[in-house]
C-alpha cells in the first residue's frame, strides 16, 4: 500500500494529519505538482481526477479524493481511536454535516480564490480572477459561522475530534495564502481552537 502526495499541500495535508492521529504508517511518493507530474497518463491511471492524494492498495485498487481515503482507513481500522468519523447515529451525521460545511464554504472557497488570483496554474487551468475575488469574499463571509460554532462547542462538529477539525485546521493554515487574517478580536474562539491543535504533534507540519 502506498500514497501519492505532495507534502504540505492543503489535501495532502488532511491524510497527513488523519494518519497520524491513527497511527497508521504507509510508504509515500511524491508527486511534484508544479511540475506537472500529476498530469501525465501514468498518474492519471492511478488518480482519477489527477490530483493528489490518491492512494493505491496492493492489490492495485485505487482512492482518491482525501476524505474517501480517511473513510477507507477509518473502516479498515474500525477499532483504532481516536474516531474521527463519529460513533453514534447523531455524531456521525454532525461530523458528515459539519465536514460538509467547512469543505464547501470554506476550504473549496480558499482554493478558488487563490488559484484564480494568483493564477499559479494559468498555464492548464482557465483562471477568472473576478471568480477568485468572488471566492474570497464568500470565505470571508463563512469564517464567522465557523467562530460561532466553536465558540459553544470544544471541536467543530461538537464534544470529539473530527475529521471536520482536520479540514478546517488546514483552511486556517492555507488563509495567509489568500491574504485573510483572523485575530484574537472578531476570531478569539477559532483561534484559541487552532492553538490549541498547533500543540498536538499529529498537526505540526513536517
Not at 460545511?101 to 484564480?116: H, K, P, S, T, Y
Request: proline share 5%; glycine share 4%; hydrophobic share 40%.
Amino acid at each position: 500500500m502506498k500514497i501519492y502526495q505532495r507534502a504540505g499541500t492543503p489535501s495532502a495535508s488532511r491524510v497527513a494529519i488523519y494518519l497520524k492521529l491513527k497511527g497508521i504508517e504507509i510508504d509515500e511518493i511524491d508527486i511534484d505538482i508544479r511540475g506537472g507530474e500529476n498530469l501525465t497518463d501514468a498518474f492519471k491511471a492511478i488518480s482519477v481526477t489527477g490530483l493528489i492524494p490518491a492512494l493505491e492498495l496492493d492489490d492495485g485498487t485505487t482512492i482518491s479524493e482525501s476524505v474517501a481515503i480517511c473513510r477507507y482507513f477509518e473502516a479498515l481500522y474500525p477499532d483504532q481511536k481516536p474516531n474521527l468519523f463519529g460513533i453514534s447515529p447523531i455524531e456521525q451525521a454532525k461530523v458528515e454535516m459539519w465536514q460538509r460545511i467547512v469543505e464547501l464554504n470554506g476550504l473549496r472557497n480558499a482554493f478558488d480564490a487563490f488559484r484564480n488570483v494568483a493564477q499559479i496554474y494559468k498555464d492548464r487551468e482557465n483562471c477568472i480572477e473576478e471568480w477568485g475575488h468572488e471566492a474570497k469574499l464568500r470565505l470571508t463571509q463563512f469564517l464567522p459561522k465557523l467562530e460561532r460554532q466553536l465558540s459553544m462547542h470544544p471541536h467543530v462538529a461538537g464534544e470529539n475530534l473530527s475529521i471536520a477539525d482536520i479540514t478546517a485546521f488546514v483552511l486556517v493554515n492555507f488563509l495567509p495564502y489568500v491574504d485573510v487574517s483572523i485575530d484574537d478580536n472578531s476570531y478569539p474562539s477559532l483561534l484559541a481552537w487552532h492553538q490549541k491543535l498547533s500543540q498536538n504533534p499529529a498537526f505540526q507540519r513536517r
